[in-house]
């Protein structure tokens, strides 16, 4: 049994005050979904924005908006249809459904997730682990593909998934966007928006989804010039790091580590995804999260998914959940561009032009036609080969053994001439590689009320930083006579049209509307008194120190700039 | 064939220059999914925070999100399982797959959208109708569902959704909302958000999307008070209405009326909705739509949702599609939480208090006990319905016949004493009543396209509406030497850190980089020139009159508030 904790305070203040509570409540809830209340739509756009600004102000970034819906090819091409599943166990008597390594978890077998289902099932015979439920026995596990499916359009076979990922729809865009954006290179390309994954016993609340929120970006840079030039922005920066060697030695402590060592070390393997997760753990520490609650665990190579070739979990420390990530930095290499490439036959590759052309001179095979048509009759088809070949190869096979073969033909230094020609090199052509940055909206948007959640004198204060809280300021008339309501709602009128987000309550004792928006987090609170009606000011209390000070009417809207 | 009309133009456009194009564009197109680029999710989300912020600022509202996957059990219960359909017709030869009256109106047979099967197989044979790829037979025309079916979790038999509307979200939460509300009323509960219909052969590009965005709200309303207090604001204003006394008489000229005379003739049923199409066409016509081009399109009985008690559809004219929807306005009655209420057993009534409670006098029922059980023995029965039964009734029935039948027992005056009670009544419980405007934000977003797309000089200007461009302001060296780029880089750099989104660009002649802005849009040019070094002006060029004036730097910021 688990004592009540922050998860459960949370949790009911949360369904109280309209910040989420689980879906379909009426219906007798659906597990992995939430929805969210006035205030959980409002402080999840806030982080939403401000995510948005930070990481647009520090690298060249375009954002776009592309389907949920996608068709089967686009995930068999990017290895989801046959990467994306979880293990699952059934048991055979009451035919209850788990997710296998959550059943070891429960039995405090470590590293579950990289186990295989063979291992899997080892682990079950051997602790004589049974359905919880009805303890009957479990059967074999079986991969369970943890995306929606459904049927686009009236025919059966159009089989299409509910997105796992946003970044699908970045690298498919990626020719296209280079086009519009007139080869800007390197360059970002962004996306917020919904993902869908098909859980098989989500048991988390809002932190293990089954439809949540993605902020993705892809980041497409040249494989040969990895060098971020921002990266002395951040390299003194410190990071908690569980990496591959701590976890080889099966410790759990985290090294401290500059970036500059990080990298240095060859702890991080590329300059830009260093860069990104310096940023990403400021943009964390802007949400109220101290360092010392912040870690990045490296994935071993059998815990990574399947297009990564380095990836570090950005993790929070939560009161219940232990170590969750919020955000995931992966190098994916150029593996999606190429599988795309190869299953449409479209060219997803970057030129980039030399800042001046590059003449080089290079070696091209002649053939000599009389020779080659006295030697093999019709010489159609030996010509075009020799198009195609190197030079160079030709030269070495004639230096090692006086011959070449091409094809079917055995060819002899008299059959071709080896001239040299200037080339004019305009540019080169690569497939980009990616590192990606990837939040997780709603687990950002638990983390910050957990971190919010304080008390002064045994009451809920919402701690939410000042700039990102769903409401700004609450106007309050002291009563509701003697004209207070007026001048009260001229101003949260005039607050309103500045674009605030701003509340009106005239319901209740001042201190119990004080303490009702203490728990929802807002800053300030604006009371209009008698003795507004005399000399035109107000009263602004602050959620945090309780100091009340007054201001002038006009001067209210400096004080909510945070 | 069709000439080349402005949706040609603006397809064109917006692919070049990273507005929309059609998805999956690399593995040969999906119909009905658009991938919105830079501009467009740009154009997209100032549209969504203009509405935001226009309907916010008018009617009492909060904001809720919630999940776009819902379980069969609430769509069985709002109807959409059994209505949500459209009829599908098959070649029999070559399997392909029709929207029925799509077929019809390739025949220019009229609102084919309200034909039964039976009325369209009739008109297929009328016609003498065959499939326009392979000229076979057409079978027998069926309802085909188009929502997008899926599983939820791992067992077969739990079906989901995608939400087609965001409204249900609204009903099914419509208790918890008026709880954390503290039992405001009327109240507004508004959702932004995707929607999926799976369109059986969706041909129209961004117009038929079968993944898209609503804007939707739902007015709940006290139906014993349909008053709506802010109708004088609108209240004269004209608007363009095709209503049902037009079209039975089979025109197609619509009326124009004021507001109030709509309401007065009983063409709009109710005062709410009134006032939120009022509200709509002020909002369509900020968007850049002129008035004449919009007009009210009531749809007939037969054409409503089955939730409807009357719908408005809000159209625009497009160059291309004719009058299209971009909004609808309908009464939805009770519909929706009665349905959920039936469902669940769970009571989504609203209890309005007096402002004072009502003391009324009450005739009560008490039983003589005696009487009764020496007439008809046990008598718990009979007691137990005697609390149930109105006491008018029984006095009514004693004084036409001399006796009363409750259940299976007859009653005589004897058996009972009536007495009458004061009785405090503190409320009034009802069902509320909802008016639902909801908005298509792509088609808002095309329509807008359209109506922006103009000439100056042969060379295309986008005259969006300033407040809504995807980009105030374009910031252009002159050159890219002499320290240009730094001054400009710096304003740009300040410019962004306030908020604005702005670009900034240096490749090509300045006459080309202002015929860009233009294409895009841009309100401002901002040039930074060789005066810019001497005297700290740049020069501003405004997009739609071309002229040009100068201004310090440090006033730049008040130039881009529109």
Not at 419 to 442: H, M, Q, W, Y
Request: aromatic share 10%; hydrophobic share 35%.
């Amino acid at each position: 049994m688990k004592k009540t904790d922050k998860y459960e305070s949370i949790v009911e203040l949360a369904r109280r005050r309209g910040f989420f509570w689980q879906s379909y409540e009426i219906y007798g809830g659906l597990s992995g979904f939430i929805d969210l209340g006035p205030f959980g739509v409002g402080l999840k756009r806030k982080i939403e924005n401000k995510w948005r600004r930070f990481f647009k102000n520090k690298v060249e970034m375009v954002e776009i908006g592309t389907p949920i819906i996608t068709p089967f090819d686009v995930f068999e091409a990017s290895g989801h249809i046959e990467n994306f599943n979880d293990p699952m166990i059934e048991c055979s008597s009451c035919k209850r459904k788990y997710r296998a390594d959550h059943i070891l978890n429960d039995y405090e077998i470590p590293e579950t997730e990289s186990l295989s289902l063979e291992e899997i099932e080892q682990e079950v015979k051997k602790n004589k682990i049974k359905c919880s439920e009805c303890d009957g026995e479990l059967s074999k596990p079986i991969n369970f593909q943890t995306m929606f499916q459904t049927t686009i359009g009236p025919y059966s076979e159009s089989v299409g998934y509910g997105r796992p990922e946003t970044a699908q729809g970045m690298f498919i865009n990626f020719k296209r966007i280079n086009e519009t954006m007139r080869g800007k290179f390197p360059i970002a390309i962004m996306q917020i928006g919904p993902a869908l994954r098909n859980e098989i016993s989500p048991r988390q609340g809002p932190i293990r989804l089954r439809e949540f929120t993605l902020m993705e970006f892809e980041f497409f840079f040249d494989p040969e010039n990895q060098h971020c030039p921002k990266l002395n922005d951040v390299e003194k920066e410190q990071v908690n790091i569980l990496h591959e060697k701590i976890k080889l030695k099966n410790k759990d402590n985290s090294d401290q580590l500059t970036i500059k060592t990080a990298l240095d070390k060859g702890i991080i393997l590329n300059e830009w995804l260093a860069y990104f997760m310096a940023l990403s753990q400021r943009f964390v520490l802007e949400l109220g999260i101290p360092l010392d609650k912040q870690r990045f665990n490296e994935k071993l190579s059998n815990e990574r998914a399947h297009y990564s070739s380095q990836t570090f979990d950005h993790e929070v420390l939560l009161e219940r959940w232990g170590w969750v990530e919020v955000a995931g930095h992966a190098l994916r290499s150029n593996y999606d561009l190429s599988k795309h490439m190869e299953k449409t036959g479209v060219d997803l590759s970057f030129f980039m032009q030399h800042e001046k052309p590059i003449i080089q001179k290079k070696k091209i095979v002649k053939p000599v036609k009389d020779v080659l048509s006295s030697k093999f009759g019709k010489i159609d088809k030996i010509i075009q080969l020799l198009q195609n070949v190197d030079a160079e190869n030709i030269e070495k096979g004639f230096k090692e053994k006086g011959e070449y073969k091409i094809g079917d033909y055995l060819i002899h230094p008299d059959d071709i001439k080896i001239d040299s020609k200037e080339i004019k090199e305009t540019g080169r052509r690569f497939i980009p590689n990616v590192a990606e940055p990837s939040f997780g909206l709603e687990r950002l948007v638990y983390a910050t009320l957990e971190y919010a959640y304080s008390k002064n004198e045994d009451r809920v204060v919402l701690k939410i930083p000042k700039d990102i809280t769903p409401i700004q300021a609450i106007i309050l008339p002291l009563v509701s006579k003697d004209k207070l309501p007026d001048i009260a709602n001229k101003i949260y009128g005039r607050l309103t049209e500045e674009g605030f987000d701003v509340i009106y309550d005239e319901v209740g004792s001042i201190g119990r509307r004080y303490a009702r928006a203490d728990e929802i987090g807002i800053p300030i609170a604006i009371t209009i008194d008698y003795q507004t009606i005399e000399d035109g000011t107000v009263t602004l209390r602050d959620r945090d120190s309780w100091e009340q000070k007054r201001v002038k009417i006009e001067e209210v809207q400096t004080s909510l700039k945070f």
